[in-house]
């Protein structure tokens, strides 16, 4: 019989948590053993617990509440990265250490490229524990983003990269980490499947002020190159408040805050600023939009499972997969023809699968397996 294997998930940011579901679900219907470590990098209620209620995730095995020596950053007594990446990932490293020493797991497995991902990486490493990264392969070759750097050194800090895409099997291979690296598909599709077939019939405003019944998009905005600069900020926020139909506006916190600090009107003209929705609800608010507007990479991924057009405010994708025949289109917020590219139809040609069928999560747990076993 299979020996039963002991795999220990980092987790730490909202889109980590929507991605461990279909992986707590396939460890366990596998009969292995799974212990979830919570890095404490989100810990509003609304961007943290309703992910794990709502998708019937396990409580986490350990909450870390890393603290900051030098107290800087520190909100409501918790941390941010308000106070640089390099403290909240090195709080977040030292936070990890004992616990993955004390449970000794047979693999470490990070999820994305958040600040949690590289911290479970480097202190996987460091602790001699092998390190399995789930999203492997990515790449934006935009090395001003956080993200880029957590991608890239993850994946060359781990033993076994889990590619959700032949581009991104591509990408490891040309940094000559194809040995270590297996195509299983995204496991986004698992989660967003499953919440689109719960969620069916719903009809609740996407914010507040916007009637679900009537042709809306949705908006999400929070990346650091996006609202970190007033001006881009502004920018951004005027394009979506003069845009011809009702915007639901999903606040994260981070926009909130540097909204407010800039002196930034969020609910203003077609705005309606709502707070940001547990995923079942999301994903039924996303599948009776006209459209979405965003910086997000699982959104950009969403609207192309959902088939809604998507509009991406950044330079750059890591999902070219879904420019293809023009469900998503990067845009420049100033440009003149933003609002045409924002409200334009769908295109005619359904889009394909590149991410997959939506059963990665059980190919994953089988190469945790497999790897585990050939040790
Ligand atoms: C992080 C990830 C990003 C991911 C996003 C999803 C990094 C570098 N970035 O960005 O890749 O797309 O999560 O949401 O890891 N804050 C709160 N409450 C919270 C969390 C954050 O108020 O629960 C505020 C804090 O002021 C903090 C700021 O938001 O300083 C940014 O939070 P942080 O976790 O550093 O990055 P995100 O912008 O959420």
């Known amino acids: ?91 977040m490293l030292a936070a990890l250490d004992p616990i993955l020493a004390k ?16 911290a479970g990486a480097l202190s996987a490493v ?50 000559g980490l194809g040995e270590r690296t297996v195509l299983v598909g995204d496991v986004m599709v698992d989660a967003c499947i499953r919440a689109r077939d719960l969620a069916a019939g719903s ?49 994260h916190p981070r926009l909130r805050a540097r909204a407010a600090e800039h002196g930034i009107e969020l609910d203003r003209g077609s705005l309606h600023a709502g707070a940001p929705m547990p995923y079942a609800r999301m994903v039924a608010a996303l599948s009776r939009s006209a459209g979405v507007v965003t910086d997000s990479g699982g959104l950009q991924k969403e609207a192309y499972i959902l088939a809604r057009p998507c509009t991406t405010v950044r330079t750059e994708t890591e999902w070219p997969e879904t420019l293809k025949d023009g469900w998503n289109v990067l845009a420049e917020p100033a440009a003149a023809d933003f609002s045409r590219i924002a409200t334009r139809p769908g295109p005619a040609r359904p889009p394909g699968r590149p991410f997959g069928d939506g059963e990665t999560a059980t190919r994953v747990v089988s190469e945790l397996e497999r790897a585990a076993r050939s040790r």
């Open 126 to 175: 460091k602790l001699h524990l092998p390190l399995a990264h789930l999203e492997a392969g990515l790449r934006s070759f935009n090395r001003r983003m956080p993200e880029e750097h957590n991608r890239v050194l993850t994946d060359h800090a781990a033993d076994l990269l889990l590619a959700p895409t032949a581009q991104a099997v591509e990408h490891l291979e040309r940094e």
């Open 203 to 251: 009809l609740e405003a996407p914010a507040p002020g916007v009637d679900p019944a009537r042709p809306y998009l949705v908006a999400t905005i929070h990346r650091a190159e996006n609202t970190d600069d007033r001006a881009r900020l502004a920018s951004i926020i005027d394009a979506l408040a003069g845009l011809p139909v009702p915007v639901a506006l999903l606040a």
């Open 1 to 91: 019989m299979m020996r039963r294997v002991r795999i220990l998930s980092v987790v730490g940011a909202r889109p980590q948590f929507v991605k461990l579901a279909p992986i707590a679900a396939a460890v366990t219907a596998a009969g292995h053993e799974h212990v979830i470590v919570h890095t404490g990098q989100h810990y509003d209620p609304e961007l943290s617990d309703v992910f794990f209620s709502g998708l019937g995730i396990p409580r986490p095995d350990e909450q870390l509440h890393p603290v900051f020596p030098d107290g800087h950053g520190v909100v409501d007594g918790r941390s941010g990265s308000g106070s640089g990446h390099g403290v909240q990932t090195g709080a």
């Open 103 to 118: 449970y000794a797991p047979d693999r470490v497995l990070v999820y994305g490229d958040t600040n949690s991902t590289i």
